[in-house]
C-alpha cells in the first residue's frame, strides 16, 4: 500500500524559513513534488523533484524554495526560504509517473499526502 506521509510547516513570520518533509511507502516514483492551496483559491503546482535530478518551480517560488531528494529514504524535501504570507497554505506531496508536459498539473498525480498547513503571519 502506497503512503505519503508529511512533516513539518506550522506557524512562522513573515521572513522566516520552514522546511517540508514527505516519505514515500510502499514503492518509488520517478517524481515526487508539492502542491498547495490556499482558503478559497485552487490547488496549485509548487515544486517538483523528476528522476534523473530535474527540478520544477512555480514562478510564484522560484529563487526562495529548494526542492531535493533522498533517494534512499524514499523522501522529499521542500525548503522554503523568505516566506510571505501569500504562501499561507496547505501544502500536499505528491507522487507519480507524469509526463513532462504534465508536470505542473494536479491531475498527473496518482498519490497524494494528507496535507500539512503552513501559516505565514505578517
Known amino acids: 500500500q502506497v503512503q505519503l506521509v508529511e512533516s513539518g510547516g506550522g506557524l512562522v513570520q513573515t521572513g522566516d524559513s520552514a522546511r517540508l518533509t514527505c516519505t514515500a511507502s510502499g514503492r518509488t516514483f520517478a517524481t515526487m513534488g508539492w502542491f498547495r492551496q490556499a482558503p478559497g483559491k485552487e490547488r496549485e503546482f509548487v515544486a517538483a523533484?523528476?528522476?534523473?535530478?530535474?527540478?520544477y518551480y512555480s514562478d510564484s517560488v522560484k529563487g526562495r524554495f529548494t526542492i531535493s531528494r533522498d533517494n534512499a529514504k524514499n523522501t522529499v524535501l521542500l525548503q522554503m526560504n523568505n516566506l510571505k504570507p501569500e504562501d499561507t497554505a496547505v501544502y500536499y506531496c505528491?507522487?507519480?509517473?507524469?509526463?513532462?508536459?504534465?508536470?505542473?498539473?494536479?491531475?498527473?498525480?496518482?498519490?497524494w499526502g494528507q496535507g500539512t498547513q503552513v501559516a505565514v503571519s505578517s
Open positions: 523533484f523528476r528522476k534523473g535530478g530535474y527540478t
Open positions: 505528491v507522487a507519480g509517473q507524469p509526463i513532462l508536459s504534465a508536470l505542473r498539473l494536479s491531475s498527473a498525480y496518482n498519490y
